[in-house]
């Protein structure tokens, strides 16, 4: 029987990835709520295991492969945190991971990667499929593929970070949460938290968070199919570089309220308020949702507006570029 990603399974994922996974924190900061009028809460997944979300997504799907899986190993491919997270998640487990990164994939990544154990395979990002490199290696090792985000087990990993914004609020006397907003590449964490609210805190409004030329998933969105957007330069938001939604993801992420999109500039401001008035390093694709709020895509004067903060694995030359202010978006 096939496995579906459900809000049950978003549950078990809780418990699976208990002890071991960071409960991370929800914070708020009194600049951030003066400046907006309203008060936003931020989930710090910047202080996740191997600095961002993607842990709890590849531990949930790596810590339940069966002793024969584990002796054959893992294959992924991803531009950074995944690849972490699945280097990380395989060494604890007791298995082997090979990982298919783009030769452009920020240092501090790779490195990460082998930090963790991991082997990589880089690839031309614009003329290579990782998808095919990945399945082939998979298929010539006979290792378990795990996917970044069109995966059940994976998306209901990441949507334990809706459930603990949910509990987390209601732990701190928050009677509501008006409006979410969550960066969106492939759609694993969106969708995932997207199961969580439906199901806890339906009332709220959430919103996907995109780079301006990667903005598939809105483009998608309008259209009602999954499509890839237009030929795009590039962008410091490595993370959130996919062509299109994912298959799995993109029917729960249909639920969304709409698509905001940032430029490369506005989330550099993001990255830059982020270090000077919260002391927390983003990476760009982690700031988005914040580079949203400052940018005033949305108007959450008088509103209660989680956010979250999805990752800190940022290149630390791009980094000092951008808080020193001399990135030209």
């Not at 399974?9 to 900061?29: C, F, H, N, Y």
């Not at 951030?32 to 961002?52: C, F, I, P, S």
């Not at 531009?79 to 604890?92: C, D, E, F, L």
């Not at 938001?237 to 249909?254: K, S």
């Amino acid at each position: 029987m096939t496995h579906t990603a459900s809000f049950q399974g978003v549950q078990d994922a809780a418990r699976q990835i208990a002890g071991v996974a960071v409960r991370t924190p929800l914070i708020e900061s009194p600049a951030l709520n003066e400046r907006l009028g309203g008060r936003v809460l931020m989930k710090a997944e910047t202080l996740q295991y191997a600095g961002a979300f993607k842990f709890r997504g590849a531990y949930n799907r790596i810590s339940r492969l069966t002793g024969e899986e584990k002796s054959r190993g893992v294959v992924a491919y991803s531009s950074g945190n995944h690849a972490q997270a699945v280097a990380a998640a395989a060494r604890m487990v007791g298995t082997s991971a090979i990982i298919v990164m783009p030769a452009d994939s920020p240092k501090v990544k790779v490195e990460g990667v082998i930090a963790f154990g991991g082997e990589v395979r880089m690839y031309d990002r614009y003329t290579e499929s990782r998808e095919a490199i990945g399945e082939e290696i998979a298929a010539t090792r006979g290792s378990v593929l795990v996917r970044p985000f069109d995966d059940p087990f994976i998306i209901e990993g990441q949507g334990t970070t809706g459930l603990e914004i949910v509990e987390q609020t209601r732990e701190a006397g928050v009677e509501r949460i008006d409006r979410l907003l969550c960066g969106t590449s492939g759609g694993g964490l969106m969708a995932g938290i997207n199961l969580a609210m439906a199901a806890l805190s339906p009332g709220t409004v959430v919103h996907g968070v995109e780079p301006a030329a990667y903005n598939d998933t809105e483009i998608s969105l309008k259209a009602g199919e999954r499509l890839t957007h237009a030929p795009a330069p590039g962008t410091i938001c490595d993370a959130l570089m996919t062509d299109r939604p994912g298959e799995l993801t993109f029917p729960i992420n249909r639920r969304l309220a709409g698509i905001l999109t940032v430029t490369d500039a506005e989330v550099a401001e993001a990255v830059r308020f982020a270090f000077r008035h919260l002391k927390l390093v983003v990476e760009p694709g982690g700031a988005v949702s914040l580079a949203a709020l400052l940018a005033g895509k949305l108007d959450v004067a008088g509103q209660t507006t989680a956010i979250v903060l999805s990752g800190g694995n940022v290149d630390p030359a791009l980094f000092a570029a951008i808080i020193e202010d001399r990135f030209e978006g």
